[in-house]
């Protein structure tokens, strides 16, 4: 299954890492991915593939959600379809 993770909030040392350590931790491959500073903001879309995780979606989009939390950041997880979806209206 094709997923998008996107993060965002004020920039600081090791997000990407914290990011990809979790879904390593999570048996979730990354397949492409895209960051950004603005300022001060930092921006990051991943696809991925969730296929191989012991997880179902929700419970890790939740992981992701609390993970956010805990370094002080945005996460979301979204079915890739529902995300193109949103961005070709």
Same mark, same amino acid.
């Given at each position: 299954?094709?997923?998008?993770?996107? &993060?965002?909030? %004020?920039?600081?040392?090791?997000?990407?890492?914290?990011?990809?350590?979790? !879904?390593? $931790?999570?048996?979730? =491959? #990354?397949?492409?991915?895209?960051?950004?500073?603005?300022?001060?903001?930092?921006?990051?879309?991943?696809? &991925?593939?969730? %296929?191989?995780?012991?997880?179902?979606?929700?419970?890790?989009?939740?992981? !992701?959600? $609390?993970?956010?939390? =805990? #370094?002080?950041?945005?996460?979301?997880?979204?079915?890739?379809?529902?995300?193109?979806?949103?961005?070709?209206?």
């Amino acid at each position: 299954m094709r997923a998008v993770v996107t &993060v965002t909030g %004020s920039d600081r040392r090791g997000i990407i890492a914290k990011v990809s350590g979790f !879904l390593f $931790e999570r048996n979730v =491959n #990354i397949e492409d991915i895209s960051q950004t500073i603005l300022g001060e903001q930092f921006a990051m879309i991943m696809m &991925v593939d969730t %296929s191989e995780s012991a997880l179902d979606f929700s419970e890790l989009g939740e992981q !992701l959600e $609390e993970m956010g939390r =805990n #370094i002080g950041m945005t996460v979301r997880l979204q079915h890739a379809d529902i995300f193109d979806a949103m961005h070709n209206i």
